[in-house]
């Protein structure tokens, strides 16, 4: 029909989890028709007031389903793949969905004729590391390079924001805890700003000059475990001393959590915290994507505001 504008379609796995929020917002904003792939979609009905009636609609598949894939990435122009897991509920499955998920999503896409895939993978990705998440992430990056060349891969340390499970975890603790136990409190952080991240995914999307390239995304500045969780203190208002743990207790306790089902910290999680998770010398970042990072400090008080004597309020920073 003369007239007619065709809108562009993306599909977002893992659309309805903490960074995924923030991308399907961009995305709507950019004007895509968003389809959510989840394997539960009922999750992603919150999402569809982001965007205009039929804009977001939310998908039932899973990236362990080949064919639920392929019917998710069909007619799409861009393919975003956020899948991922801090520890298993049955084993194995950090290969299903972090490395054999990752080479489904990618095969199907570049079958399907997408024009863009952008990977979020994490620093740590490394096919020698100890940890099988780390080892699992670096083997999805290999198939998505593999299975689709020009793929944007974003590595982000520990992100942040109003739902992160980081600090709102710690400042719980901080609030009902005697003292602050520390575990490998020199490794180091450089925690990078939801928002950004999902900036990124969206700078990724639409930037020539990011085809086939590997970004990692960290916030201003490096920070040890110790000094992120004094900060929490700080923030919160509660005055607790930090305790080292001996780390034979650390890891019979990361054991006994792990059959719980959100464990606190897993065996595997420990293995990862002995390597900072900072970004490397020399790689691209997010000012290479036109993205000035914000800081733990503009915007964490904002939203941990509530863990403090009284629950007083400050303002957060949005978007």
């Not at 005055?239 to 306790?253: A, F, I, S």
Request: glycine share 10%.
């Amino acid at each position: 029909m003369r007239g007619t504008t065709v809108r562009k379609v993306a599909t977002v796995f893992g659309g309805t989890g903490f960074i995924g929020r923030y991308v399907v917002q961009r995305l709507a904003n950019m004007d895509y028709v968003v389809r959510i792939a989840t394997s539960h979609p009922n999750a992603g009905h919150f999402l569809q007031t982001q965007g205009r009636v039929g804009q977001i609609v939310p998908l039932a598949a899973s990236v362990t389903d080949p064919g639920a894939v392929a019917r998710a990435v069909a007619g799409a122009d861009l393919v975003v793949n956020l899948v991922g897991i801090l520890h298993e509920r049955k084993p194995g499955d950090f290969q299903r969905l972090q490395a054999e998920g990752a080479d489904t999503v990618a095969r199907l896409s570049a079958e399907a004729g997408v024009e863009r895939l952008v990977q979020v993978s994490a620093i740590g990705a490394d096919p020698a590391s100890p940890s099988q998440y780390g080892k699992t992430k670096a083997a999805g990056e290999a198939a998505v390079r593999a299975a689709f060349p020009g793929a944007v891969i974003l590595r982000p340390s520990i992100v942040f924001g109003p739902e992160d499970q980081f600090f709102n975890r710690f400042a719980g603790m901080a609030r009902l805890l005697p003292f602050m136990p520390v575990v490998a409190g020199a490794a180091r952080f450089q925690p990078v700003y939801v928002g950004d991240v999902a900036d990124a995914v969206a700078a990724a999307a639409t930037r020539d000059d990011a085809v086939g390239q590997t970004y990692e995304l960290g916030g201003p500045r490096a920070i040890s475990f110790r000094d992120l969780l004094r900060f929490i203190l700080d923030v919160t208002g509660h005055r607790r001393p930090m305790v080292d743990m001996p780390d034979g207790l650390v890891r019979l306790q990361a054991r006994l959590s792990e059959f719980l089902p959100n464990p606190p910290l897993t065996r595997d999680q420990l293995v990862m915290l002995q390597r900072d998770n900072v970004v490397a010398p020399g790689t691209k970042g997010l000012a290479e994507l036109g993205i000035a990072a914000k800081s733990v400090e503009a915007v964490v008080p904002g939203y941990l505001s509530r863990f403090r004597p009284g629950g007083g309020r400050r303002p957060a920073v949005a978007n």
